[in-house]
Every structure is written in structure tokens, then in C-alpha cells.
């Protein structure tokens, strides 16, 4: 019997693109799994997008009033039954053998905190927008020696849909750290990946949208960027023992961190529309 699988959906005015999102996780050849959804008090017609859909394996809340990301991403894993546990945006995709091969690799792997793929990018209209991949090695790998070098590279994590995790996991990493507002998700994936190995699958096993009006696209497009840049302080802060950094690593992380913002500011904005 496969163990049971949570994918949680935190949806907010995603009524445009949130079908396409379920139906790449209902159509998954692992087959033995829940899909959370947590609608934040939306204003479009996301709600109805998604009870329109007939499937028992939807699972939907619909939050008494609007708890914001990081409230709306912790309600959506405080309903989690699974063993194994995946979060991806209401606009995002996975392809149809992600879960297997990822939650496959977890049970082959107890060392495992978290197994990830490669991501395939997309523009609004469906059109490639090319890759973004995880760390260079391939399996098993340490997951302080990912955290640490992606403060000087970029964020091997990645978003959300790119990692799946346990949900022993979770328990003791408490979740997604509200204080921030841009990066809760790289924090809380550099809090998992402390906690034991990595498993790397390079393969684009996921499909992300790129939106110049996402959380993201605003903070690399747009003028939030210092905002963007003293979260990543408090992150290196955070993490500056467990990491062993010195204030050297910390301001030479900073630079790249500015310097990579702008690069993907100039990319939206040329690339994207």
C-alpha cells in the first residue's frame, strides 16, 4: 500500500490558472493522495473553479477570514494527513510522475529530509521560458553543504512545488516562519535541509509559472527589493552558526543576493510579459 500523500494548495484570487494546478495533481501516477486546498478569502471565483471539479480526493477549507501567505500556507499544512507532504502555488504544475519518483525517493532514502527536481519555467501563456535547476550532485547530499552554498550561487531549493518533505519533518521544523513576508519559503527549506540529507532528482518534474505580478516577480521586478534584501540578512543571521559564516560570508552573501536580484528584475522585464 503507497502511504498517503498530501499536496496543499493555499489559494488566493487564483481562479485563472488553479484548474490546470489540480488537474496536474489529480492526473499523478502516484496515486494514493489528498489534495488540501485552502482558499484566503478570495474575491475572484476560485472557490466555484474548484467545486466544480468532482473529486473525493479535494479536500477544501475556506478560511473565516484572510490569514495572509504565511497563515494561509501553515492552515494548509495543519491540514495534512499524509506521510509525505508537497505545497505548490495555485498557478504552478507538477508533471505526472513527480510525486512518485520524489516520495520513492524518501522511502528508499530515511535519511531524507527532502527530495527534489528540477524546474521547468513557463510565461502566462504556457510559452518555455527555460530551467532552473537544483544542486549540481545528483541523490543523496548533505543538506547544510546546499543551504550553505546557495547563499553564495541562488536558491537550489526553489519554489515551493520543487520539494517534497515528511511530515515527521515538519513537526519539528514548526512550519513556515512568519516574519517573513518574501522568503518564508527558502527560510523554511533551509531549516529542513539542516535537518539531514537532500535527494537531488535532476529531472523538470515540476512546472512553474513566471508572472511579473507574483510575490516574486514584484520583489525582482519592482521596488522591494531592499525589502527582499533584509529578510535574506535576517536569514543569514538566522542560520549563522548552523552555517558557519563569517561576517565575510554574510556581507559577500548579501552582494550576490543584490546583484542576483537584479539580474532577474532585467530578465522579467524583458522576457516576461
Not at 135 to 147: E, F, Q
Not at 178 to 198: E, R
Amino acid at each position: 500500500m503507497e502511504p498517503l500523500v498530501s499536496v496543499c494548495i493555499p489559494a488566493y484570487n487564483n481562479a485563472a490558472y488553479i484548474k490546470e494546478t489540480i488537474d496536474s495533481i489529480l492526473g499523478q501516477t502516484y496515486s494514493n493522495l489528498e489534495l488540501v486546498i485552502c482558499d484566503d478569502r478570495s474575491k475572484d471565483d476560485t472557490v466555484k473553479v474548484i467545486e466544480a471539479i468532482k473529486d473525493d480526493r479535494i479536500k477544501l477549507f475556506q478560511n473565516e477570514k484572510n490569514l495572509g501567505m504565511s497563515g494561509n500556507w501553515n492552515h494548509c499544512l495543519s491540514k495534512c494527513s499524509g506521510e509525505f507532504i508537497k505545497l505548490i502555488c495555485a498557478d504552478d504544475m507538477l508533471a505526472p510522475d513527480c510525486l512518485k519518483k520524489e516520495v520513492q525517493a524518501l522511502i528508499d532514502h530515511p535519511s531524507a529530509v527532502l527530495a527534489e527536481s528540477d524546474t521547468r519555467l513557463f510565461d502566462l501563456n504556457g510559452k518555455p521560458k527555460g530551467f532552473y535547476k537544483r544542486y549540481k550532485t545528483s541523490g543523496l547530499t548533505d543538506g547544510k553543504k546546499i543551504a550553505r552554498a546557495g547563499l553564495f550561487v541562488k536558491n537550489y531549493f526553489g519554489a515551493p512545488l520543487a520539494n517534497t518533505f515528511r511530515k515527521s519533518s515538519l513537526k519539528k521544523a514548526g512550519g513556515f516562519d512568519s516574519w517573513y513576508t518574501y522568503i518564508l519559503d527558502y527560510d523554511f527549506w533551509v531549516k529542513l535541509a539542516c535537518m539531514g540529507d537532500v535527494y537531488i532528482i535532476h529531472e523538470p518534474l515540476n512546472y512553474f509559472r513566471v508572472r511579473n505580478d507574483s510575490n516574486t516577480g514584484e520583489v525582482m521586478a519592482g521596488d522591494k527589493t531592499d525589502d527582499y534584501v533584509k529578510e535574506h540578512i535576517h536569514l543569514l543571521k538566522k542560520y549563522r552558526e548552523e552555517l558557519q559564516l563569517s561576517k565575510a560570508d554574510m556581507r559577500r552573501s548579501v552582494r550576490i543576493r543584490k546583484l542576483r536580484n537584479f539580474a532577474a528584475g532585467v530578465y522579467l522585464k524583458i522576457f516576461v510579459k
